[in-house]
């Protein structure tokens, strides 16, 4: 029995960002039967994008998507305009500002997610946006290149103003594993004032495991926890609660029927 599905968490639920890796068959596998009916597999870079798209070819449940992460940037953008044509790629990242770590030079990460922003919004493609201590940053950047009309923040780790500043420019949250920390209490605090019809799940897996799983690798089986985390802190039943995140995903991604999304 998989993990998800031993906690008698139910419901259909779609982990609309994970990075599958060498044991995706497996981990797959092991989703599908804890009510997984979808995943978006991120990539991070070029080889990383590439290979995101390889797997999602071979799954009809599974898309891609190509970009650069911050922490990439210094690397740039080589290959990545080429692979948003390919016909499993739905959304243009992950990318943004990470202030945390810095692993690229700042003006490289600014210069990169500008290019990220520009893609998206030519090519009318959604975009997942990484922000770690830049949100202000981040939003000034936003707002300078134009919001694309389909932006989602993964792992949303802020507070309330964050969360409503995300809102106000029409953009989807996305909840991981971190809604479920007992020190999270300005996010679940977030998600108590979002609208049903502007949240998505994910698991981030194979990092930021949930609660009760802490300690071990991460995976999409595990995006019930998540979901069940959010619906306690909305106030709402998971079953509520996994039928709208699914259709809202289906609709952010562009991937047909959204019947679930409120």
């Not at 008698?8 to 981990?27: K, R, T």
């Not at 003006?107 to 922000?131: C, G, K, W, Y």
């Not at 998600?191 to 995976?219: F, W």
């Not at 985390?229 to 952010?252: H, K, Q």
């Amino acid at each position: 029995m998989s993990q998800a599905a031993s906690t008698g968490v139910g419901g259909e639920w779609f982990d609309n960002h994970c990075h599958l890796g060498s044991n995706a068959e497996e981990a797959l596998e092991r989703a599908r039967s804890a009510g997984v009916v979808g995943f978006v597999n991120v990539g991070t870079d070029f080889d990383n994008s590439r290979a995101a798209i390889s797997v999602a070819r071979s799954h009809p449940d599974v898309w891609a998507t190509a970009g650069v992460h911050p922490h990439e940037a210094s690397h740039g953008m080589r290959g990545i305009v080429d692979l948003l044509d390919d016909e499993a790629v739905v959304a243009v990242g992950e990318t943004g500002l990470d202030h945390h770590y810095d692993h690229s030079p700042r003006q490289a990460q600014a210069d990169v997610f500008a290019a990220h922003v520009a893609l998206a919004n030519e090519r009318e493609m959604p975009i997942v946006i990484h922000t770690r201590e830049a949100w202000e940053e981040t939003f000034a950047l936003l707002d300078t290149e134009g919001v694309p009309e389909r932006t989602v923040f993964h792992c949303f780790t802020g507070g309330p103003q964050e969360a409503v500043a995300c809102v106000e420019r029409g953009a989807m949250l996305s909840f991981s594993g971190i809604i479920t920390f007992a020190t999270a209490h300005d996010v679940r605090e977030a998600a108590a004032r979002i609208p049903l019809g502007q949240v998505m799940v994910e698991t981030d897996s194979p990092y930021l495991t949930p609660v009760p799983h802490r300690g071990k690798p991460n995976e999409p089986a595990n995006v019930a926890l998540v979901g069940a985390a959010l619906a306690e802190a909305m106030g709402l039943e998971s079953s509520e609660v996994a039928i709208a995140t699914s259709g809202n995903a289906r609709r952010f991604y562009g991937l047909g029927d959204a019947a679930g999304a409120l």
